[in-house]
């Protein structure tokens, strides 16, 4: 901060505090007690007071209330670009009580303007700050504590200067916090019509012919629900009847250690996305070369999840031999298509449509996880259309999954570029290069 203009200065957060830093308190949750935020409000600017939890109304302790004009800080956080987050409350809706997990700060306003401290903690200045006195303690856990607090910088211009750059930050930000609504909005737009798209494609709901009610006949342990009509000349069937369906590999544990085993890169849940595979953190475990041979996964085969959340359940993608050699645990199905009989587009379409919901249902839940077992996985409708009328559906839909694709890549492209400006916005406001003085005329000069 040595470039500063000449008439600013900077100071200790400690010096312009109207009172001292404290630490807030948590009560027992319960229900009809005062309401108690949660870290993630701090996300935004200004306090976001949906993100809280109900307190235990007999209990006595003597609550700290978030107050108009006070600055909260976050002082632990898992993630070390999240410790450390605070955001300015604006009139609370309601009395709110400060939890032990942030940290109040409480300005003078004769020297800093609550708003410029608001947009000043978000901005690299001070990101850059709070990261160096960070602490990790116990469970991987960020810490900054009130001592470190007191110590950072603030770059000060006038309490008059302060105002100005507020009103010229929170209009460039409105505008480009604007675009990226509207961008975020436009890709959640195309990821739903894709989704649908290829959905209605896999049950051959696109096509001009009249459906005709489906003929599968029940099996015991599974519901199917109401299948959904097909055309006339597609019909239903079980995975187990045009798929050979297995259960991924269980790593050796240590004690099982072979100098003759191999290092095989083996697919997790994580690995398999709705549409894709996320090929970015692959692990590795070690097999005998036997075994390594008979799990290798071969181009065609369809990857679907088995285990996780309810609704990562039934997910799945196309393995096209991207990494060599490469295996899956035994919480990934391997849906290999016996004599071409399936697409296996159309196959990964319908169980990320019809077929995640189908698993859904027939999933044994467990606090907070999901799973499906090999043999209801085998169970799962599949509708099959002719092979010839197979092809020409999946390059019809792929080009229109193409252009949505390289317009969702374009959107991303741009919310990244705006994540940027934002950056250099907040950097350039605290470093006494984004407004020079009024002109004459009354009228603001910048440059961004």
């Known amino acids: 901060m040595n470039d500063l203009p000449a008439d600013w200065k900077t100071v200790r957060l400690a010096d312009v505090l109207s009172e001292p830093l404290v630490n807030g308190r948590s009560p027992r949750l319960g229900e009809d007690g005062v309401p108690v935020l949660r870290l993630t409000a701090l996300r935004t600017a200004t306090v976001d007071f949906t993100q809280t939890k109900s307190s235990d109304r007999s209990d006595h302790l003597a609550l ?38 942030m940290i109040r700060v409480r300005v003078r306003r004769d020297a800093v303007e609550p708003h410029y401290l608001a947009h000043l903690w978000k901005s690299p200045v001070m990101r850059r700050q709070i990261e160096a006195r960070a602490r990790q303690g116990g469970a991987a856990i960020w810490r900054i504590n ?30 480009i916090d604007a675009t990226t609504i509207r961008t975020g909005n436009a890709l959640d737009q195309a990821d739903v019509l894709s989704r649908t798209l290829t959905a209605r494609a896999a049950l051959g709901a696109l096509s001009a012919t009249a459906g005709a009610p489906a003929g599968l006949p029940r099996v015991a342990g599974v519901s199917d629900g109401t299948l959904p009509h097909l055309p006339a000349h597609w019909r239903w069937t079980r995975l187990d009847d045009v798929t050979e369906v297995t259960r991924g590999i269980t790593a050796p544990g240590k004690q099982q250690w072979n100098p003759a085993d191999v290092d095989v890169s083996c697919l997790r849940v994580a690995n398999v996305q709705r549409g894709r595979l996320d090929l970015d953190d692959v692990r590795t475990i070690r097999l005998p070369p036997s075994r390594a041979q008979a799990a290798r996964l071969r181009a065609g085969d369809v990857l679907l999840t088995g285990g996780g ?137 910048f440059a961004l």
């Open 309 to 445: 959340s309810s609704d990562s359940l039934g997910r799945g993608w196309i393995w096209e031999e991207q990494v060599p050699h490469c295996a899956h645990d035994s919480h990934v199905f391997r849906v290999r298509i016996n004599a071409r009989q399936l697409h296996p587009v159309l196959l990964a379409w319908h169980a990320n449509g019809f077929g995640r919901q189908w698993c859904k249902r027939n999933a044994t839940q467990s606090v907070g996880l999901a799973s499906i077992s090999l043999g209801k996985i085998r169970l799962m409708p599949v509708p099959v259309a002719p092979a010839d009328e197979q092809h020409h559906l999946v390059t019809l839909i792929q080009a229109h999954t193409t252009a949505l694709t390289a317009a969702s890549a374009a959107a991303e492209r741009a919310l990244v570029v705006a994540g940027r400006l934002r950056r250099n916005l907040l950097e350039r406001a605290f470093t006494g290069h984004l407004s020079h003085p009024l002109s004459p005329s009354g009228q603001q000069e």
């Open 146 to 175: 009130q001592r470190d607090l007191e110590e950072v910088m603030l770059p000060l211009p006038s309490v008059v200067e302060q105002r100005r750059i507020v009103g010229l930050l929170e209009d460039h930000l409105a505008r």
């Open 64 to 101: 700290l209330a978030a107050e108009h004009g006070d600055l909260l800080v976050g002082r632990v956080n898992g993630s070390l670009s999240l410790v450390g987050e605070g955001a300015l409350v604006n009139e609370p809706p309601t009395s709110t009580a400060i939890p032990d997990t």
